[in-house]
């Protein structure tokens, strides 16, 4: 690996003095500073995509992010002899945000807030935008958890689990009916119109692991699942992720969203949606899916704890969520 590394280096312009492995990446020491170096499965197109929208965002003012180094040939990545791709970006030294800390999520959607604010830009290609609306997805979800009770309900012998699973569908479904009741009387056809028309972006992947605390402002990292979607699925995802989180004392939901428009103003509508999101079960229907799709001779540990965990809080997020003041 340090003769490869020495390598790409050197595509980078760049002289390796010493490397060490964290995780998925290399911490690489050079003769123009610390660098990080990993590899991605993503694809070249994608990555000069990613590079274009950080550039955009450094360029708007938001520098909270690692900006891809360019090789000499000018690109983003190194594509080695081997056929593995890699990045280069700059090292930033810093923890993970504590997700149970208040002041840091304070910072945190402030920050999402921004990053959102700063991501739209023109010159994106609506070709790129998801083909499949939220409301087809979200309907076929749903479809897709009526199919998985149904193959439950005939099955010979009921593990703990399928009992588990039967005894809360009518719950979890009447869940996922009354999101969707919601998004159908939110002009649903406005809410993929709205991310184009604005060339809205999602992070995909806004969790404590890829949320930096320097000592003056966070960064985010680790852009490789970016979409071009409407950003109020980043800011659903994040939201359901503090909560499961968290152990107790919670920012309110009335305090995020305040945060949030402080920086970013969400209109009625986009409340409407993210309390549709929030209150879909979609946590509930990819843990069963994940276990009917699996050889059944066995139930996986992970599985069933997660669907445990999941049951037990529902109470908590159903109060969390009912905070949400929705137009209807």
Not at 27 to 43: A, P
Request: include cysteine.
């Amino acid at each position: 690996m340090e003769e490869i590394n020495e390598q790409i280096l050197s595509a980078f312009g760049l002289k390796l003095k010493s490397f060490r492995k964290s995780k998925y990446m290399y911490i690489c020491r050079t003769d123009k500073g610390t660098r990080v170096l990993r590899s991605v499965s993503v694809s070249e197109d994608k990555i000069n995509t990613i590079h274009t929208i950080k550039e955009h965002l450094f360029r708007k003012g938001f520098s909270n992010l690692a900006r891809y180094c360019l090789c000499e040939q000018g690109t983003p990545f190194f594509d080695s002899p081997d056929g593995t791709i890699y990045v280069m970006t700059e090292h930033l030294p810093y923890p993970e945000i504590d997700i149970t800390d208040r002041n840091d999520i304070r910072k945190t959607v402030r920050t999402i807030a921004y990053f959102h604010k700063l991501s739209c830009f023109s010159d994106i290609d609506d070709s790129l935008y998801e083909s499949e609306s939220l409301t087809e997805e979200l309907e076929r979800k749903a479809k897709r958890l009526k199919t998985l009770k149904k193959f439950a309900s005939n099955q010979k012998h009921l593990s703990d689990f399928d009992v588990s699973f039967i005894k809360s569908f009518d719950t979890y479904y009447s869940d996922a009916v009354d999101s969707l009741s919601v998004i159908y009387s939110s002009s649903p056809d406005d809410i993929a119109k709205k991310a184009r028309e604005m060339k809205m972006i999602c992070h995909n992947e806004l969790k404590e692991d890829n949320i930096l605390k320097a000592p003056e402002k966070l960064f985010i990292t680790n852009f490789d699942r970016i979409s071009f979607e409407n950003s109020i699925l980043d800011l659903s995802q994040f939201i359901l992720r503090y909560i499961r989180k968290h152990g107790d004392n919670y920012l309110s939901a009335g305090e995020i969203l305040d945060i949030y428009n402080s920086v970013n103003q969400l209109t009625e509508n986009d409340i409407n949606i993210l309390y549709a999101l929030l209150k879909f079960p979609s946590r509930y229907i990819n843990i069963c899916e994940n276990y009917y799709t699996k050889k059944r001779t066995w139930t996986p540990s992970g599985v069933t704890s997660r669907f445990t965990q999941l049951i037990e809080m529902k109470k908590h997020l159903d109060e969390y969520i009912s905070q949400i003041r929705i137009k209807k």
